[in-house]
């Protein structure tokens, strides 16, 4: 059983940085992709970013200005670095591990906080 186990959310305030970290229970280049998405109270989940195996990195819209994916391929970990935060981040981050071969099968973490205030 895949587990993506994630840490790193909290309250900062706007204009802050922060890295979310997700470790996976396998070796993360066994996915096609590992990355986030984000869901606001009330509203749907959304791509932030991803990272896929052989490296590249791509964002949703608007994201790749102050959000960074990268990865660590010994720690089984992937990174998501947010910088210069605006309360409209404010949002349950998901990790989000992306397997399968024929079909797409998709992993989620437990989802991590992460509010900016003013």
């Known amino acids: 059983q895949v587990q993506l186990r994630q840490s790193g959310g909290g309250t900062v305030q706007v204009g802050e940085s922060l890295r979310l970290s997700c470790t996976a229970s396998t070796d993360i280049l066994s996915f096609n992709g590992v990355g986030w998405y984000r869901q606001a109270s009330g509203d749907k989940r959304t791509f932030v970013g991803t990272?896929?195996?052989?490296?590249?990195?791509y964002y949703g819209t608007g994201m790749s200005g102050r959000f960074t994916v990268s990865r660590d391929n010994e720690k089984n970990t992937v990174y998501l670095e947010m910088r210069d935060l605006e309360t409209s981040d404010t949002a349950v981050y998901y990790c989000?591990?992306?397997?399968?071969?024929?079909?797409?099968?998709?992993?989620w973490g437990e989802g991590t906080l992460v509010t900016v205030s003013s």
């Open positions: 989000n591990a992306v397997g399968g071969t024929l079909s797409r099968v998709d992993y």
């Open positions: 990272i896929t195996k052989d490296g590249s990195a």
